[in-house]
């Protein structure tokens, strides 16, 4: 995770000029998504800067996690900053998704934004988020994952060696938030520019459970 958070720390100063535009509509669809009634306790992971923190409603805690010091400190940047337009009570810490510092089932929504593609262990991550979402919760990731054509999953295969030198692969499989028997997928849907994003809303299974259940089509 050092490496990760030496790339990311290097993109603070760019980060929004880069990513704010091209990919805010998934965040907006995202913390729609998420249903939120007041008095939730919402966990975003990966928050990097900030950029979905004014989407929160009032009436809900948001616990925003990072592993960059230096993207947590233009979070709190946007946060003090009334122009922004902040409303809900948020909390900024910095930690590794693969090692949340935080009581299980302490969530009602938890939202990976743009983050399981750039992890070492997105098995581990997916079992951390898992644990400290409420029973009756849902996580949702928020990412691009790997094409379905044969045409196109070879170009993310031949282009995903690249990727990692800044800091995430191309060839995420859907199949990454199920595979551990964790997490049924309840619906899918293309977010952002091109659709080239992916939005899943996810429940937590018991951890009793054995056979992942099979995802659905992306609609």
């Known amino acids: 995770m050092e490496r990760v958070e030496r790339i990311y720390s290097s993109y603070s100063g760019v980060y929004d000029l880069l ?19 007041p008095g939730h306790r919402v966990l975003e992971v990966g928050v990097g800067t900030g950029l979905s923190l004014p989407l929160y409603p009032e009436e809900c805690h948001v616990t925003a996690v990072d592993i960059s010091r230096a993207m947590l400190r233009r979070a709190r940047e946007r946060v003090d900053d009334p122009r922004q337009g902040c409303r809900a009570a948020i909390d900024l810490r910095q930690m590794s998704a693969e090692r949340l510092q935080l009581p299980g089932g302490a969530f009602d929504r938890v939202l990976l934004s743009y ?17 400290v979402c409420a029973p009756e919760g849902r996580v949702l990731f928020l990412n691009h994952f790997a094409a379905r054509g044969r045409a196109w999953s070879r170009v993310e295969r031949t282009l995903t060696p690249l990727s990692r030198w800044l800091g995430f692969v191309l060839d995420m499989p859907l199949d990454v938030i199920t595979r551990t028997g964790l997490f049924r997928i309840e619906r899918v849907e293309r977010v952002n520019a091109a659709r080239l994003w992916t939005l899943a809303v996810c429940a937590p299974l018991p951890r009793t459970s054995v056979d992942p259940p099979r995802s659905p089509g992306i609609t």
């Open 19 to 37: 990513f704010d535009a091209i990919l805010h509509p998934g965040r907006r669809r995202a913390v729609e998504a998420m249903d939120l009634a």
């Open 115 to 131: 983050l399981i593609s750039c992890v070492d262990r997105p098995d581990q991550v997916v079992a951390e988020v898992h644990r």
